[in-house]
């Protein structure tokens, strides 16, 4: 499985983004795909996941209720739309893809929120 961020760039705090997730190869095997990032300094983290197998969308603390993903099953795209964005969302975003007990991330995008 081939995984592939895009999306970020720089905006001013209060702004939005929307990053895409795009996963090619053997999609039939996929369980779940999340959202990670990861700040100068800081460990890699979760923001928000679903699992294919249905149950309740994860969303971090951190982001609940500002950001949201969707899927677009048809193109193995998954989204995660970012609104009212604050300096300390400024990170790379990585995408996460499990299929069985493998996991294939993306290269990550730059999200830059300026103040």
């Known amino acids: 499985v081939q995984v592939a961020e895009s999306g970020g760039g720089l905006v001013q705090a209060g702004g939005s983004l929307r990053l895409s997730c795009v996963a090619s190869?053997?999609?039939?095997?996929?369980?779940?795909m999340g959202w990670y990032r990861q700040a100068p300094g800081n460990q890699r983290e979760l923001i928000a996941g679903?699992?294919?197998?249905?149950?309740?969308?994860y969303y971090a603390d951190s982001v609940k209720g500002r950001f949201t993903i969707s899927r677009d099953n048809a193109n193995n795209t998954m989204y995660l739309q970012m609104n009212s964005l604050l300096p300390e969302d400024t990170a790379v975003y990585y995408c996460r893809v499990v299929t069985g007990p493998y996991d294939y991330w993306g290269q990550g995008t730059q999200v830059t929120v300026s103040s």
């Open positions: 679903k699992s294919y197998s249905g149950g309740p969308t």
């Open positions: 190869g053997n999609t039939l095997s996929i369980n779940a």
